[in-house]
């Protein structure tokens, strides 16, 4: 994908609102997602995505263009993530991405919050290695352009340890698929990613074990450029919203006659002043509704649980995990 040839888009900043303005002129949320993980963002044979990244996607088109179909979805391997953000290729990005302070310094980019902790783990063949201190000197697949790359040497190296890292420039199916084929000893990505490509194994999962070890956290959202502060807004409280909606008890199925009477200050005052906030945001009146209304899952709350739980047993063990890293006050 050429990014480079609009990236000259990127000298010029954005207005306050341009990129609303841009979404509601072409009638297209255009947004970026992974090339295709289980329980995040995966295609179906005809072509429809599914998964908590793609239903975040459409709450952020309902809650702007009052239509959840209303979404471009841009398929992007991590290395292409922000040059596709920077030339102005994708409104958003919703793909895994961990918030570091070298991309928001740096990079000029923007994380309205949190959508899914993670942690980075490692999947090696099972009956064999059982921890990280077994991999020493081993070579290990990592995908190009994430966090994963420099926190694998410098977990290996603090310990006075090194490893081969084997850094491939694809999608996490490719990695994946380099790792089932025997290419390296072990694969280190998101533990949630590592259940999802394992929950596809060729010979099934049971032939891979995801190690218990965790090195490090990711607090994953979705990413914006930094220059619209009015787009950082409206899909940081779409994203809020949805967690108020979960806490209170608000679903697709009933967000419309218990609205009034839901439980929560936070939602009541959505409630109350919904139109309000909506033309401020530059979004629809009605957005808090069109957002909650607008993923595959019934309830915004059970996104993840409907998603994610396709790979099974293991899902109760990696969050039982990554709670032991995430501080209380997160």
């Known amino acids: 994908m050429a990014f480079a040839l609009v990236a000259c888009a990127a000298a010029f900043p954005a207005h306050p609102g341009e990129v609303t303005d841009g979404v509601k002129s072409r009638g297209k949320l255009r947004c970026g997602v992974s090339n295709g993980i289980p329980g995040f963002s995966m295609p179906d044979a005809s072509g429809r995505w599914s998964g908590l990244d793609a239903d975040f996607c459409r709450a952020v088109a309902a809650a702007v263009l009052g239509d959840p179909a209303k979404v471009q979805f841009v398929a992007l391997k991590s290395s292409e993530r922000f040059p596709a953000l920077t030339a102005k290729a994708v409104d958003l ?19 309205p919050g949190i959508l899914y902790y993670d942690g980075q783990g490692f999947m090696v063949p099972a009956g064999g290695v059982k921890s990280l201190d077994e991999l020493k000197g081993a070579t290990i697949c990592v995908e190009k352009g994430t966090t994963h790359e420099e926190q694998l040497i410098d977990h290996f190296a603090a310990r006075g340890a090194k490893v081969e890292a084997m850094v491939i420039d694809s999608s996490a199916a490719g990695v994946a698929s380099a790792f089932f084929s025997g290419k390296c000893r072990a694969y280190t990505s998101d533990a949630s990613q590592l259940a999802a490509l394992r929950s596809q194994a060729p010979g099934g999962a049971q032939a891979f074990v995801i190690l218990p070890e965790l090195i490090s956290k990711e607090p994953l959202g979705p990413v914006v450029r930094r220059d619209d502060a009015e787009w950082t807004a409206l899909v940081r409280w779409v994203l ?15 967000v419309k006659s218990t609205l009034a009477q839901a439980k929560g200050a936070a939602v009541r005052r959505i409630a109350e002043y919904q139109a309000r906030y909506g033309k401020a945001l530059g979004a629809r009146e009605d957005w808090f509704v069109q957002a909650i209304q607008a993923g595959d899952a019934e309830a915004a709350g059970q996104a993840l649980r409907a998603h994610v739980t396709v790979q099974g047993e293991r899902f109760g063990d990696l969050m039982a995990s990554i709670s032991q890293l995430v501080p209380a006050a997160a």
């Open 93 to 111: 990005v919703v793909r895994n991405t961990t918030w570091t302070m070298r991309r928001e310094v740096l990079l000029k980019l923007a994380f």
């Open 240 to 254: 809020y919203s949805l967690i108020a909606a979960e806490e209170s008890g608000l679903a697709r199925a009933n």
